[in-house]
């Protein structure tokens, strides 16, 4: 077909002579002119097929999604499947995908042809599925949707909280969660102003044209207390990470708050406090965190714990020592964690413990120290060093991530902030 329509469209001239082959029979034609691309257009198109390769003019198609206590022999056998046959495809699937894994609210397909039902199509996930074929041969292939993202962005100022200013803009709360996680040493969530003003630059995941979250955050623009902070993604071809304008890591060291969330401060540090249980005034090293008993404590940084055992009014006690510089206490534990024991090396955001309230305390918080060259220092407002920054053998390839960066958080206006043009 194709090369009749060729042959078509260059044989009213002479000047070469081809010969090609239509079915058996050869044809001799002479030839001008080039064949141009217009005459492609011409050869038709394949038949079309959908995302999971299926012929769509072969099959009238319904889609559904999983009912509660719906199985596929039920699914199937609505749809006039034998019994022996739904019974070779369990077999056929068996060790590549387990079948009774369906969930309420997972999307399916049907394909029904003129044989009746034919194939199945299982989404387990946005992007991935399982097809089940079984016109002919019963067949049972996994495949994967390839995700495709867009750059978005979102600007705003800030009145309560970064949760409302985000949300309130229809952006994804997780994009509130991956900003607070890149500014976490770098900026107090819980000091955060009305007025503070943020942007973001970041990936949206798409899987058949379905919105299925954020994905990376590309750079990003705090306006804190005055102070602008960027940050920007670089992946150096090993790891990934999040740098400031000179390439420092946006991580710190440590951790300013040894628990996933950050718990109210019942008792701050201080030079010269009012003891609650001893009712005198002496030093409080440290910094009382509130929480339920049971609320998991987490190493501040990666170490090797020295100590952890029951030591009088401290309680139970774990100290890790993170370098020659930096060693934490956390005191007053329920229990710890199981393996925790002097000489383990932990690493940072592990669970060491639990709040309790052991040795002398009111009611169940975690008194949490931190030492710098054995002086106690104030784990809240102290400036923890950066983590290691870029190495110098990229910073000609950052510098120039940076720049198309900042032309993008440049280029945001505050979508929260009328423009002063519109009054
Ligand atoms: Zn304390």
Known sequence: MLKKLIAFAILPTVIAVLIITSGNQQVKISETNLVTIDEFYEIPALPAVDTYGMVMEDYRVVEERIQRNESLYIILSRHGVTRETIHYIQQEASGKVSLNRMRPGQKYRVYINKNGASAFVWHRSAQEYTTITWDDEITVE??????ETQIATVSGTIRSSLANAISSQGVSQRLVVELANIYAWTVDFYGLRSGDQFRAVYENRYVNDEYIGIGQIKAAEFEHRGNVLRAYFFH???QGGYYDEEGNSMRRAMMRVPFEYNPRISSGFSHNRMHPILNQRRPHYGTDYAAPT?????????????EAQHRGGNGNIVQIRHNSVYRTAYLH???FASGIRPGVRVQQGQVIGYVGQTGLATGPHLCYRLYKNNTPINSVT???PPDEGLGDEFMDEYRAEVKRLDEMLDGLLDSSRPLAGLY
């Not at 996994?142 to 995700?147: C, E, H, K, M, S």
């Not at 049971?294 to 020295?306: E, F, K, R, Y």
């Open 142 to 147: 996994n495949g994967t949707i390839p995700v």
């Open 382 to 384: 102290y400036d923890f």
């Open 236 to 238: 150096n071809g090993e």
């Open 294 to 306: 049971g609320t998991p404590i987490l190493a501040s940084g990666d170490g090797v714990v020295t």
């Open 333 to 335: 534990m329920s229990r």
